[in-house]
């Protein structure tokens, strides 16, 4: 892979100009809009970083001792006031200020570009002042962790958090446990909520609160927490499509089937093009044993989406309970021609074959 090519810039061991560098790719290869060319630009960003640290041994050396004590916090410096003992000009609150008016509001809050923006800020590269910015953004974010997936790789890309987790996992973990979830520990699950259809309003921050922990609650399956968060946050903000998601799936879990259909229709009602809500939706049905039902969801699934491996996983169970052997079977070829090694997906083509067999 020529890692400049893909960077747009010549060969250059200044860490700056490839960080510029990657800032402004990224607005050509946005993390959910375009994964494929955002990992080439991450792993290009990353080995002509690398590329530097191992030409210039003094500075790395350096770098490694500055990144040794940059996440010690104490509790006085991460709480101070960002207008406390500020001079006419200081760049650092003044980048701090910015960083708190984007997230104040919602609408730059989810806005790659606003992020963006402040990534190319003076004070992100001033040499100086490199290590005090990245103390307080981490300790900014680590307090405010509720954005969307795009940004957390953005963010994650500028202040490399997951090689301080990777020189003390535990450490880290402890004085970050929300950047420690979002970006290394769970970072997929953790960072598939959406914002949206978010509105802004003033209990928005306990509302979102209360939604992560229902989401991390239910993947631990740990129902009695979830139930709890997820009827705190549904008083505050009953129309969140990823809310009303989570409660679908919270009462399928518990077999209320009634109150997890009523959660998914009112979800589809408000995002009618997610196809995964069509998937939730025919696992109720699909439990409800209402099969023609199931069917017609996952065909309006598949409709869109012919090799969704889940709804043709699903649709070979509901051909199964209906007795339609050739149906079922067609389903599990689709997924084999798929995944070859799908290992249910073989097992059931085989208990196929054999019932076709005996009802000869």
Request: proline share 3%.
């Amino acid at each position: 892979m020529n890692i400049w090519h893909h960077l747009g810039i010549n060969p250059t061991e200044d860490k700056s100009l490839i960080r510029k560098a990657y800032v402004q790719k990224l607005k050509q290869h946005h993390p959910e809009e375009d994964p494929e060319g955002y990992q080439k630009l991450r792993e290009a960003y990353d080995q002509a970083i690398l590329n530097c640290k191992r030409k210039s041994q003094s500075i790395s050396h350096t770098d490694e001792d500055e990144d040794e004590h940059v996440f010690i916090f104490s509790s006085h410096s991460m709480n101070v006031s960002f207008h406390e003992g500020r001079t006419q000009e200081d760049p650092l609150q003044d980048f701090m200020e910015k960083v708190h008016a984007v997230y104040n509001n919602m609408a730059s809050r989810i806005e790659l570009t606003s992020w963006l923006n402040l990534m190319q800020e003076d004070v992100m590269w001033n040499i100086r002042l490199q290590y005090a910015v990245r103390e307080q953004m981490s300790g900014f974010i680590d307090q405010h962790p509720h954005l969307p997936r795009g940004i957390w790789g953005l963010l994650e890309s500028s202040f490399h958090w997951k090689d301080a987790i990777r020189k003390d996992r535990d450490s880290f973990a402890r004085q970050f446990p929300n950047i420690f979830l979002h970006v290394f520990a769970d970072p997929l699950y953790s960072t598939s909520l959406r914002y949206t259809y978010i509105k802004q309003f003033e209990e928005l921050e306990t509302y979102l609160d209360y939604r992560l922990k229902a989401l991390m609650a239910l993947k631990e399956k740990n129902m009695q927490l979830t139930e709890e968060m997820l009827t705190k946050a549904h008083a505050l903000f009953a129309d969140d499509p990823d809310l009303l998601r989570l409660r679908g799936e919270f009462y399928l879990r518990q077999g209320n089937l009634i109150e997890a259909l009523t959660a998914v229709d009112h979800c589809i009602r408000i995002v009618p093009n997610d196809l995964d809500l069509y998937l939730v939706k025919a696992r109720v049905n699909y439990a409800r044993e209402r099969f023609n039902e199931v069917l017609r969801d996952l065909e309006y699934i598949l409709s869109h989406q012919p090799e969704h491996l889940d709804a043709l996983a699903l649709a070979g169970k509901c051909y199964m309970r209906l007795r339609e052997i050739e149906n079922a079977k067609e389903m599990y070829q689709r997924i084999t021609h798929i995944q070859p090694f799908d290992i249910e997906a073989v097992i059931q083509l085989v208990e196929l074959d054999k019932k076709k067999g005996s009802i000869r």
